[in-house]
C-alpha cells in the first residue's frame, strides 16, 4: 500500500529525524508506528545517521503490530527486521540475524542488556509506550539506563505519558536525555517541583506539585517533547460515555461497608498506607463487581447485581456486538457462566483468531482484559460499543482499551462507553479519579502541542 501520510504525520516526521532525542506523545490512532518507522528508514538510508535500530514495545505490539506495519506499507518494504520474542534461544536467534531493526518486547531489555551476553550495540532506540519506563526502580528501567550512554539516538511514544501524575514524567525523559531537562536524580526532581502531601511522620506516601510547577516541567521538556491529539487532526467519532447504575440491596451494602469498616479497624497503627490502602481498594472492588476471593483465594459470590445489568445491556444492544471489559479473573468466570447459561454466544479476546473473528463481526459479545488488550490491537471494525464491568485505576489501561474501538478507521458516527457502576461503592471514586487523572493528561499534552502552522 502506499503511504501518504497526513500533515501532521509529516510534521511528526521530520520533528523525529530533526531530534536525536525525542518525546513523541501521539494520541490513539494517528499512526504513530507508521510515522516512526518513516523516519527510521530515512536516517537508515537517506542521511545515513543510523545504522541498527531496537524497538522496545509491549509483547503483542512486539510480536505483531510492527511487524505487520512493515510489511504494510510499499516505501518499508526495503527494511529488513528481526522479532526477538519467544523462548531464550528464539530470542538469541532473531538478535543474531542480519537486520535493520529488531524489535524486543519490554519484559526482556534487563534480559537483552544483562544477561544475553549480546553486544548492545544499536545506535537508536524506540520506546514503544514510554509510560512503561514511568517506575525508575524497575528493572528494565536501571537496565536501559546502564547503555543509555553509547546511544545516540532515542524516540519515546506514548499517548499517556502522565497517566498518574507528573511524577511519572522524571525516569520516561531520564531515558530520553539522561536527566539533562528534569534532573539526574528523582531527589531533585522531587524537591523542585513538589511537596509532600500523605505522611505518616517521616515517611511520605505521595506528593503534590508545587504552585506553577506543571508549567515550568512543560517548559523544561518542550523543546524535545511533540504532543498531538486524535480529535485536532483526524475526523473521529463522536465519543460518549454514560454510567449504568446497580444499587446493592440493604444486606449487601451493610456486608461492603462492614468490610470497609473492618479493614481500617484492624489496621495495627490506625493509619492507612499505600500499601493497605491498595489492598482495601482492591477488596471494595471486587464486591462491588459481585464477588470476592478469600484467604485461601476461592471466589466468595456477593451479589449479581452488575451480571443482570449486563445481561440488560446485552439485550438492548438486540445483537450488535459489545466489547466486554472486566478486570478480576471470577469477573471473567461469572461472566462466561450467565452468558453460557443464557445461550448468548461470547468469546474472550485473547488469541488472534478470536480478534479476526470479531473485527469481521462473528462475534456478539467479546470479553477482554484491559491489560492484554490496552496497546497495539485494532478492533475498531467489530463494534463501536464498550462495556466496563469492572472499572481500573490505570488511566492508561482505561484510555487504550476505550481507543481500540475510539479511533481511525472506526465508521460508526458515535462510540459508547457504558460503565456499570454500584452505587454507594468504590466504584464511583474510581470514576472521579480517571476525570481527574484525565485533566492532568491533558494539560501536560495541551502545554507541549505541537504547532503545526510554525
Request: without cysteine; neutral net charge.
Amino acid at each position: 500500500m502506499k503511504y501518504e501520510p497526513h500533515e501532521y504525520q509529516r510534521y511528526a516526521i521530520n520533528y523525529i529525524e530533526d531530534h536525536p532525542f525525542a518525546a513523541v506523545l501521539l494520541d490513539m490512532g494517528l499512526g504513530k508506528t507508521s510515522i516512526t518507522l518513516t523516519a527510521v528508514a530515512d536516517l537508515l538510508f537517506d542521511s545515513f545517521e543510523v545504522h541498527k535500530v531496537l524497538v522496545i514495545a509491549p509483547l503483542r505490539v512486539a510480536r505483531d503490530t510492527w511487524s505487520a506495519e512493515l510489511q504494510k506499507w510499499d516505501q518499508l518494504h526495503h527494511l529488513t527486521y528481526s522479532v526477538a520474542v519467544g523462548s531464550e534461544a528464539e530470542r538469541k536467534a532473531a538478535l543474531t540475524k542480519k537486520a535493520d531493526i529488531y524489535i524486543i518486547n519490554r519484559e526482556n531489555v534487563q534480559w537483552l542488556i544483562e544477561k544475553s551476553k549480546l553486544p548492545f550495540d544499536y545506535d537508536m532506540v524506540v520506546v514503544d509506550e514510554l509510560s512503561s519506563f514511568k517506575n525508575h526502580q524497575s528493572k528494565r528501567f536501571k537496565a536501559l539506563m546502564q547503555v543509555r550512554p553509547r546511544i545516540k539516538r532515542v524516540v519515546g511514544l506514548t499517548g499517556t505519558p502522565a497517566s498518574n501524575g507528573l511524577m511519572d514524567l522524571w525516569a520516561e525523559f531520564k531515558v530520553i536525555d539522561m536527566g539533562k531537562r528534569l534532573g539526574r536524580f528523582i531527589t531533585y526532581y522531587r524537591q523542585e517541583y513538589f511537596v509532600p502531601d500523605a505522611m505518616n511522620g517521616q515517611i511520605v506516601y505521595s506528593y503534590r506539585p508545587k504552585p506553577g510547577a506543571e508549567q515550568a516541567i512543560y517548559r523544561k521538556i518542550s523543546d524535545i517533547t511533540i504532543s498531538m491529539k486524535s480529535t485536532d487532526h483526524l475526523k473521529m467519532p463522536e465519543l460518549i460515555s454514560s454510567e449504568y447504575k446497580v444499587y446493592l440491596s440493604p444486606d449487601e451494602q451493610d456486608a461492603y461497608d462492614e468490610m470497609k469498616k473492618q479493614f481500617i479497624l484492624d489496621l495495627p497503627d490506625g493509619e492507612i498506607s499505600a500499601a493497605n490502602a491498595a489492598a482495601l481498594s482492591g477488596k471494595l472492588s471486587q464486591m462491588a463487581n459481585g464477588a470476592i476471593y478469600d484467604d485461601a483465594g476461592n471466589t466468595v459470590p456477593i451479589h449479581e447485581q452488575k451480571l443482570d445489568a449486563l445481561e440488560d445491556i446485552i439485550e438492548s444492544a438486540n445483537g450488535k456486538p459489545l466489547l466486554v471489559a472486566y478486570w478480576y479473573q471470577h469477573d471473567l468466570e461469572r461472566i462466561m457462566k450467565r452468558l453460557h447459561d443464557r445461550h448468548i454466544p461470547f468469546s474472550k479476546l485473547d488469541k488472534a483468531d478470536s480478534i479476526r473473528r470479531w473485527n469481521n463481526g462473528e462475534i456478539p459479545v467479546a470479553l477482554i482484559h484491559p491489560a492484554s488488550a490496552g496497546h497495539g490491537l485494532n478492533l475498531q471494525t467489530g463494534g463501536n460499543t464498550i462495556v466496563w464491568f469492572g472499572l481500573t485505576w490505570s488511566l492508561e489501561l482505561y484510555s487504550q482499551t476505550i481507543a481500540r474501538l475510539w479511533r481511525q478507521g472506526q465508521t460508526a458516527e458515535t462510540v459508547v462507553v457504558q460503565h456499570i457502576v454500584t452505587d454507594g461503592t468504590i466504584d464511583e471514586q474510581i470514576l472521579r479519579a480517571l476525570k481527574a487523572k484525565d485533566k492532568t493528561q491533558s494539560a501536560l499534552i495541551a502545554a507541549v502541542k505541537a504547532n503545526l502552522k510554525n
